[in-house]
């Protein structure tokens, strides 16, 4: 291997491995979120509840059966985790099946 190919080979892996380190930072991040609790002065301003079933249709704003987390436009982080951040919580993960009273429609 010439001294150039050397060096380019070494650039490049370089750059790889720091892509594989970002993204698992990425997913660390996600993961390592302390979990939103009731007991948050934030989360019951909100009326935040780890149970979406567990609210009265009629008092959400918008009654719809299947309003949740999962659902809502707000929510961050990969499809299918239970916990996920939330832009309404920042630095804290909340459930995919929760709700809160700033739920909207995902577009
Ligand atoms: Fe859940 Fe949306 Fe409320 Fe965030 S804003 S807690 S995702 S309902």
């Not at 609790?37 to 780890?50: E, F, G, I, S, V």
Request: proline fraction near 6%.
């Amino acid at each position: 291997m010439s001294k150039i190919a050397r060096r380019k080979f070494i650039q490049l892996s370089a750059v790889a491995a720091a892509g594989c380190f970002m993204q698992n930072s990425r997913e660390a991040m996600a993961d390592e979120l302390p979990k939103l609790t009731l007991d948050d002065p934030m989360a019951q301003a909100m009326k935040y509840t780890h149970d979406a079933s567990t609210v009265d249709a009629a008092s959400r704003v918008s009654p719809a059966a299947d309003q949740n987390c999962s659902n809502c436009a707000l929510i961050q982080g990969a499809d299918g985790d239970e916990w996920r951040p939330c832009q309404i919580f920042p630095g804290k993960s909340v459930n995919a099946a929760g709700w809160c009273s700033v739920w909207a429609p995902q577009a």
